[in-house]
């Protein structure tokens, strides 16, 4: 047996601030992600005090997906796509995050989107919010730090569950909601929860309170949903990238244990409804005492996922040698991080491991027992359209290739119960930590350079092909 099942959900992923662009002139509201400039590989994107003139942000163009939908979704339709993830930019439909009543043209939007994939049979698979906050809410409220933000969210995810109930079943609440464990890193802060952790007087304690108002938000939400449409199937969204001992000895195991629990840390709270004791531990320790209300406490238990939602697309490695200090150490960016000699690592740094995503897979399975699904997994580089217009882009097919065979021992030869698998950036778009457009993820090649100059014309790359086949064979020619 080696094709995974009919209803597996082969498909793509995006997010909305990366690739719908309908940022300027439009009734949608700045997004967090709006006052980001542009960086590369070594230099950092800044985000700027609101929207100044003369600045470049190259996500208020995207790939131009506003006007371009019918045109993109057709394609993802020729490429046998199952499902389609995307998220709904919470500034479209409440541009500052505290009006009252939702805007109706980015509601009609999403819902002509989300028509336009039904009608090839594509399900929507909708993260609720990836990196896209009101920016007023962030500069205004203090973004997840206020316990306000948990109502607007709320009202956000409650219109729109309420609107596309009968459209759309699989959610997601936050997309990677852990990176913000990585507070010394401000991208990560900033678009997980509207805040500059450094700015406060003790940035950790500040992130572990931000994560619990988002961890109530989230249980709320799903609690929320689950009321509006009990078939609602609401999953959070977890960056998975574990982390290995650099070697055998013991002091290297018990580091890598003590770095995992930064990993699971949200995820154990999504799925099990409580706090796990090494946190509360912690807390006690370092003597953070948090508001956390016993009401707060009955919604974390209330509202747990349904399933996971995780995106792969690298290992780390901890040494006991090297670095003690797990919060520098897991950093790949970081120097404290050590190299793992038994992979490679892409132009950006980011090592390469497919047999790092069953590994994954299992532990997540083991530990949890909830369907898990991968909602990205893909490949940046620097594509070269030859002038023929064709884009040969091995090197993309052989990574899809190997974690796609990894994926599948995973579930034939394992039993984790996998609902699906979307290739991250399925059509070119703005790279999230870099603001480039030039580190390319697609099967479908956007004529767009990082400055957003270009056509904006979309083509086939090889991948295109491969992954056509794949799908249509259920997995099984790879
Ligand atoms: P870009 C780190 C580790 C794994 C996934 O990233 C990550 C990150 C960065 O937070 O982010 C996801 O475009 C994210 C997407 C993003 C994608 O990875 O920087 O959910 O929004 O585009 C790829 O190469």
């Known amino acids: 047996m080696t094709r995974l099942n009919k209803d597996f959900l082969w498909g793509g992923a995006l997010a909305a601030h990366q690739f719908e662009g309908g940022v300027i002139n439009t009734s949608k509201g700045y997004s967090v992600a709006d006052v980001m400039t542009a960086g590369s590989a070594g230099r950092p994107r800044r985000i700027t005090d609101g929207v100044i003139e003369g600045e470049y942000y190259p996500n208020h163009m995207g790939i131009d997906f506003y006007s371009h939908y019918k045109e993109d979704i057709a394609l993802l339709a020729e490429l046998g796509f199952r499902c389609f993830r995307t998220s709904i930019a919470w500034s479209r439909i409440f541009p500052k995050g505290i009006e009252k009543y939702p805007n109706e043209e980015g509601l009609q939007f999403y819902d002509d989107v989300f028509d336009e994939l039904l009608k090839y049979n594509i399900e929507p698979v909708i993260t609720l919010s990836h990196f896209e906050m009101p920016y007023c809410l962030a500069k205004e409220y203090g973004g997840f730090l206020n316990r306000k933000t948990i109502d607007c969210f709320i009202k956000f995810a409650r219109t729109c569950f309420e609107r596309y109930k009968g459209k759309v079943k699989y959610w997601m609440t936050f997309n990677e909601i852990n990176n913000q464990m990585n507070y010394r890193n401000d991208i990560f802060g900033w678009?997980?929860?509207?805040?500059h952790f450094e700015e406060y007087e003790n940035p950790e304690k500040a992130m572990y309170q931000c994560a619990h108002y988002e961890l109530v938000a989230s249980a709320l939400?799903?609690?929320?949903g689950h009321e509006i449409n009990p078939e609602f199937q609401i999953g959070n969204m977890i960056a998975m990238v574990p982390v290995y001992p650099y070697s055998c000895r013991p002091a290297d195991m018990v580091l890598q244990v003590q770095a995992m629990h930064d990993k699971w840390f949200f995820c154990d709270v999504q799925c099990r409804g409580h706090y796990p004791n090494y946190a509360k531990k912690m807390f006690e320790r370092k003597g953070y005492e948090l508001d956390i209300t016993q009401e707060d406490l009955e919604i974390l238990k209330e509202g747990c996922v349904d399933y996971i939602g995780l995106s792969y697309y690298m290992s780390n490695t901890v040494d006991s040698t090297a670095c003690r200090d797990i919060s520098k150490a897991v950093d790949s960016t970081n120097s404290h991080?050590?190299?793992?000699?038994?992979?490679?690592?892409?132009?950006?740094?980011?090592?390469?491991d497919p047999e790092g995503l069953r590994y994954a897979l299992n532990m997540m399975y083991e530990r949890y027992e909830k369907p898990l699904f991968i909602v990205e997994n893909g490949f940046g580089a620097a594509d070269y359209m030859k002038p023929d217009g064709t884009v040969e882009d091995q090197y993309r097919i052989e990574y899809l290739r190997a974690h796609i065979k990894e994926m599948k021992k995973a579930v034939l030869e394992d039993g984790v119960a996998l609902l699906g698998y979307t290739v991250w950036g399925c059509i070119d778009c703005v790279s999230f930590t870099t603001g480039e457009m030039e580190k390319r993820y697609g099967l479908i090649y956007v004529d767009r350079d990082n400055e957003g100059r270009g056509t904006y014309k979309r083509s086939k790359k090889q991948s295109f092909e491969w992954f056509k086949k794949v799908i249509a064979s259920d997995g099984e020619i790879i």
Not at 191 to 195: A, D, E, L, M, Y
Request: hydrophobic residues 40%.
């Open 221 to 224: 939400a799903v609690k929320t």
């Open 191 to 195: 678009t997980n929860s509207g805040v």
């Open 337 to 352: 991080s050590v190299k793992n000699p038994f992979i490679h690592f892409s132009d950006w740094g980011w090592g390469i």
